[in-house]
């Protein structure tokens, strides 16, 4: 991944540019998103030709209740999946425990809205008993189940998925929203559920199987799900619920404070922001599943989001600033006169939200998620306290006040945490964290590195020098042993010569590479320990084992290592490795195709 963003100027590097999954996920993801609030803003145009404003406000109140307990019911799994899907032997099992929790904590949590509805919010009590009900708790756990979909899709790396899901969505919404205007505001509550029903079991019974072969959805639990997905999902869970409740109460505490109407004027000005939110919002899942992936890469990768990011974002935002009042026009005059203001608002707070949404997708891919609560609860907190006290004074311009000061003051916070998490990360590295030669000393740590290597990473890292019981043979050993000692230069140059160095974390040996030469040819091998991983420890070893076959005069290095062991083909190619033939390999039973890379260290043809 380059940091540069160049515009394509060819058929070549308009593919290699699709061909990357991260800008390939990021369209899909802006087509899957940013398609629904663009052809959602129709929808809702629509609607206000036919339905009056109080009757908008009602359902709008409805929708931000569906959405706050479908954001509630999903409990951080949508992350989860995201994180294990990749490694997961057995991912049908995984997501239909995902999906079996998802619907029962659903439908739960509706249920429990309806019955206390008089408690939460007067102004919806009349759900109670009403054709409402039922319908309310089959769109709450639609969504929710659409949703982690959705995040399945980008967990396969096939976000075009989720966009077919949300293409139906969205233009089912569109055909309906005429046929049911003499139901009032139970026809525009169902003609806005009953297409996102539709699409999840068309994502549940079609896309899925397509795209797993041998899915099929069955009700299951399974206790790792909780034990191993929780851990890592909760946090986020909280940290999401955080971030999304402020636009999810903003609509019900307008309906409960200032009046129906004015929760319509709100909803049809926000839905219109939200088309900006989309960018960061999708580029940031991008980045953070692209960098689950390449964690190794992963300023590299959020350096190139931000600026993709941008590079739509801007034009967007004059778009917007230039034209705001006309768009408002298209739902009616009172939507202009009474929503302008606060649109103009909650599209300049687009800017520091994107920084925020940013840090917190670096965040997720490092597993940080303390910061991540904290700045979503700084967030929530400003946002909501500030509404109530602006609302009464500024109307729901008040909202876009509190909301624009809540990111800004997100911004500070989150860029006072990266600087002082820089500043201390680079005072660690220079402190603690070296690379240098090993000598026989650190023969026993070596190799005890060696024999902790999980199952599949001595699968990757064969063949070499090394096996589970330590050295292959007795005359390798020798070698092996004395290239560790200042008698390595007295070795005959037609036996091979090792140099080996390893890099050191507080005096613990982390990870190690090798060359192993002969005459003017050499092989490599290196590996990290997985806790150490995603903070370019291999780039270096592999630089520094380059640097020493330069000094050599070396001609070239060649390597093979297997086609499923993505992250080390990438870092390989990043030092300039060329494939020059495939082959298979047998290990344990099983044989795997393999590539064999070359690095041509002279202008020596091969």
């Excluded at 839905?271 to 899942?285: K, N, Q, R, T």
């Excluded at 036996?495 to 092989?523: H, I, K, M, W």
Aim: proline share 4%; charged share 15%; net charge positive.
């Amino acid at each position: 991944m380059n940091a540069k963003i160049q515009i394509p100027r060819s058929w070549k590097e308009l593919k290699e540019h699709f061909g990357d999954p991260l800008y390939r996920n990021s369209y899909f993801l802006l087509l899957a998103t940013a398609i629904p609030s663009i052809l959602g803003f129709v929808f809702w145009m629509i609607a206000a030709r036919f339905y009056t404003p109080s009757e908008i406000g009602i359902v709008a109140a409805l929708i931000s209740a569906i959405t706050l307990l479908a954001g509630f019911s999903r409990l951080g799994l949508e992350f989860g999946i995201i994180r294990y899907l990749p490694n997961e032997p057995k991912k049908g099992e995984l997501i239909n425990s995902c999906l079996t929790i998802i619907v029962l904590v659903s439908a739960l949590l509706a249920l429990v809205f309806i019955i206390g509805s008089d408690i939460w919010t007067r102004s919806l009590s009349f759900i109670k008993g009403s054709e409402f009900a039922p319908l309310f708790i089959v769109f709450t756990v639609s969504l929710a189940l659409a949703f982690f979909q959705n995040m399945t899709f980008l967990a396969f790396r096939r976000a075009e998925f989720g966009f077919f899901q949300a293409f139906t969505n969205s233009g089912l919404k569109l055909a309906l929203v005429p046929f049911f205007t003499s139901l009032g505001s139970l026809g525009l509550f169902i003609a806005w559920g009953l297409p996102t029903v539709i699409a999840m079991l068309l994502s549940l019974f079609v896309f899925m199987p397509y795209l797993y072969r041998g899915y099929f959805p069955m009700p299951r639990v399974e206790k790792r799900v909780v034990n191993e997905m929780f851990h890592f999902s909760f946090g986020n869970y909280i940290a999401e619920n955080l971030w999304y409740l402020p636009s999810r109460l903003f609509p019900l505490l307008i309906i409960s404070i200032l009046s129906a109407e004015m929760t319509a004027y709100f909803y049809i000005a926000w839905s219109i922001a939200s088309i900006l939110y989309v960018i960061p919002s999708v580029v940031g899942d991008s980045l953070f599943a692209e960098g689950s992936y390449n964690r190794e890469n992963l300023k590299s990768v959020a350096i190139s989001a931000i600026k993709f990011a941008f590079l739509i974002l801007i034009p967007a935002l004059l778009f917007i600033f230039i034209f705001g009042d006309k768009i408002l026009l298209l739902f009616g005059r009172a939507y202009s006169e009474n929503a302008l203001d606060l649109l103009l608002i909650l599209v300049s707070a687009v800017v520091p939200f994107t920084f925020v949404r940013f840090y917190v997708a670096v965040q997720r891919v490092r597993g940080k998620v303390r910061d991540i609560v904290l700045s979503y609860l700084l967030i929530a907190a400003v946002s909501i306290g500030l509404c109530y006290l602006l609302m009464p004074v500024k109307g729901i311009a008040g909202v876009g006040i509190a909301w624009l000061l809540a990111q800004i003051l997100a911004l500070m916070f989150v860029g006072f945490r990266f600087i002082t998490t820089s500043k201390s990360q680079e005072r660690e590295r220079q402190t603690v964290t070296f690379i240098r030669e090993l000598h026989l000393k650190n023969y026993f740590a070596l190799r005890k590195l060696v024999k902790g290597m999980p199952e599949e990473d001595m699968r990757f890292f064969h063949p070499s020098m090394f096996n589970q019981h330590g050295l292959i043979d007795i005359v390798d050993l020798a070698i092996f042993l004395v290239s560790l000692t200042p008698l390595r230069n007295l070795i005959p140059k037609i036996l091979p010569q090792y140099y080996v160095v390893g890099y050191f974390y507080s005096d613990n040996l982390t990870g190690f590479a090798y060359l192993r030469f002969r005459c003017e040819s050499a092989s490599l091998g290196i590996y990290v320990d997985k806790q150490y991983r995603g903070h370019g420890i291999g780039s270096l070893l592999m630089q520094n084992l380059i640097d020493y076959a330069k000094k050599r005069k070396l001609s070239y290095i060649g390597l093979t290592v297997h086609r499923d062991n993505e992250k080390a083909i990438k870092l390989y190619k990043s030092h300039g490795f060329k494939m020059v033939s495939e082959g298979l390999e047998e290990w344990k039973g099983k044989k795997y195709e393999t590539l064999t890379m070359i690095l041509k260290i002279k202008g020596v043809g091969i």
